[in-house]
């Protein structure tokens, strides 16, 4: 199985400044016919169910807030969000969709500084 | 508006089973795959398995493939998933999920079905 480890568990960002979340797949997602990076992240708020902000590893959902980034390639990537804001904390999940099983990372804990 | 509304709370005895169900609306339900994806209290998400409405395919997770079953209604537009020998490690949050066309991320979701498993 892909193993998906995501860094830090958690982190305390203040309002307004940058919050980055690694996640490192246990083998590439990069798949070659189509250079597609088959890596999307979740935010899950509590008592909700997860919602995608991106696929593709770095394309943004419709109607997710252009302060969410996500890069990357092959077995490392990121999610970036700038200019935080109090309603971004909940738990991110990096997912590959390389193969299954699907896979999910741990999750990051975001909170507020 | 793409909607997809699952089954309430269940409470299961060990060894017995759970069927949940997730009913599609607002998209046209047989061009798309329905994942079930579970989450255990205060853990990540678990991929459990999927079915591709159209025709009725599964594919599941080796950790489950011999106690779920995931069935579809095409006419009531509804997946079903079905979980037997309950454990109290099934306790777990259940969603149903649906997949962008031919990519298997989830674009929407159902809002879960809490399932707990005690004596």
């Known amino acids: 199985d892909f193993v998906m480890t995501q860094s830090p568990d958690s982190l305390a960002v203040s309002l307004g400044e940058t919050a980055t979340i690694n996640c490192k797949s246990s083998?590439?997602?990069?798949?070659?016919?189509?250079?597609?990076?088959?890596l999307a992240w979740y935010q899950q708020k509590p008592g909700q169910p997860p919602k995608l902000l991106i696929y593709?590893?770095?394309t943004r959902e419709s109607g997710v807030p252009d302060r969410f980034s996500g890069g990357g390639s092959g077995t490392d990537f990121t999610l970036t969000i700038t200019s935080l804001q109090a309603e971004d904390v909940a738990i991110y999940y990096c997912?590959?969709?390389?193969?299954?099983?699907?896979?999910f990372g741990q999750g990051t804990k975001v909170e507020i500084k | 508006q793409v909607l997809l509304v699952q089954s309430g709370t269940e409470v299961k005895k060990p060894g017995t089973s759970v069927k949940v169900s997730c009913e599609a609306s607002?998209?046209?339900?047989?061009?798309?795959?329905i994942h079930w994806v579970r989450q255990a209290p205060g853990q990540t998400l678990e991929w459990m398995g999927w079915?591709?409405?159209?025709?009725?395919?599964?594919k599941y997770s080796q950790k489950f493939h011999d106690r779920l079953t995931i069935t579809r209604d095409t006419s009531a537009t509804t997946a079903y998933m079905e979980l037997k020998s309950l454990t109290s490690e099934d306790t777990a949050m259940y969603y149903c999920?649906?997949?962008?066309?031919?990519?298997?991320?989830?674009?929407?979701w159902g809002q879960g079905t809490l399932v707990t498993v005690s004596s």
């Open positions: 999920a649906r997949d962008d066309v031919n990519s298997y991320y989830f674009d929407s």
């Open positions: 607002g998209f046209t339900f047989t061009r798309y795959s």
């Open positions: 079915i591709k409405t159209a025709n009725g395919d599964t």
């Open positions: 083998q590439t997602l990069l798949y070659n016919t189509n250079k597609r990076n088959y």
């Open positions: 593709w590893a770095s």
């Open positions: 997912q590959q969709y390389y193969t299954t099983p699907l896979t």
